[in-house]
């Protein structure tokens, strides 16, 4: 995600966790159609810290051999873009199978942007719609909702603490671009961030008069 296509701290915090000194990276850039673009930015960036990389291609004739291979990963990384589609494109190739058995395994890395952060909880709000909005089609590999771009995008905050509200969404975490949450087996650990001034936030449903129907809890963040 930088400007220079470098690869970030997140990057390597990633890697870290695999605990291997060449992990195999998968880039799943199904949100996007596998835009060549998308996938070269990840291959300059990864090819930059001495890993093993493939990329999960399901637009393509040989997306079978491509899901079979998915197994092998020990980080899957998912990028941005079309979360509705992500899904639905998941759900015909089987992947979403393959990443829930591995999530179950638990012997990987699963991380994502956007779309690819999104794609792991219950829920969340997207633009795949056009207007943002509260949408349920997740893995559930995580319990909750999830809103990408907290800070980035003016009418993220306000759908999602909306629909919580509502009762459309459960209640979730919300992270400002170059935020990110840790979880293992299902439980956040730390919060993560490239910069200070970069945050995680619990959202949750309240009864509270003064809440607006929503408490907002800013998270203590590890800055890498």
């Known amino acids: 995600m930088a400007e220079n296509g470098a690869p970030t701290n997140l990057d390597r915090y990633l890697l870290e ?12 850039p199904t949100a996007s159609a596998d835009d060549p673009q998308y996938i070269n930015k990840f291959l300059m960036a990864y ?8 990329v999960l291609t399901l637009w393509h004739s040989d997306s079978k051999a491509s899901v079979e291979r998915l197994r092998e990963a020990d980080l899957v990384l998912v990028g941005g873009g079309h979360t509705v589609n992500l899904m639905a494109l998941w759900h015909a190739h089987k992947v979403d199978r393959a990443l829930r058995a591995m999530a179950k395994e638990g012997d990987v890395v699963l991380a994502g942007v956007s779309a690819g952060g999104a794609c792991w909880f219950e829920g969340c709000v997207t633009d795949s719609f056009g207007d943002v909005a509260p949408w349920r089609g997740g893995l559930e590999i995580l319990p909750g909702s999830f809103c990408p771009h907290y800070d980035g995008e003016s009418d ?8 919580i509200a509502d009762g459309e969404l ?21 919060f993560i961030a490239e910069r200070k001034g970069q945050r995680v936030y619990r959202i949750l449903p309240s009864d509270l008069p003064t809440s607006s129907g929503v408490l907002s809890e800013a998270q203590e ?4």
């Open 47 to 54: 090819g930059q810290l001495g890993v093993r990389s493939m």
């Open 221 to 224: 963040m590890t800055i890498l």
């Open 17 to 28: 966790l695999t605990g291997k000194s060449a992990p195999l990276v998968c880039f799943a």
């Open 170 to 190: 459960p209640g979730g975490w919300a992270a400002d671009d170059g935020a990110a949450i840790h979880f293992i087996d299902g439980t956040p650990v730390d």
């Open 156 to 163: 993220r905050a306000p759908a999602f603490s909306e629909a």
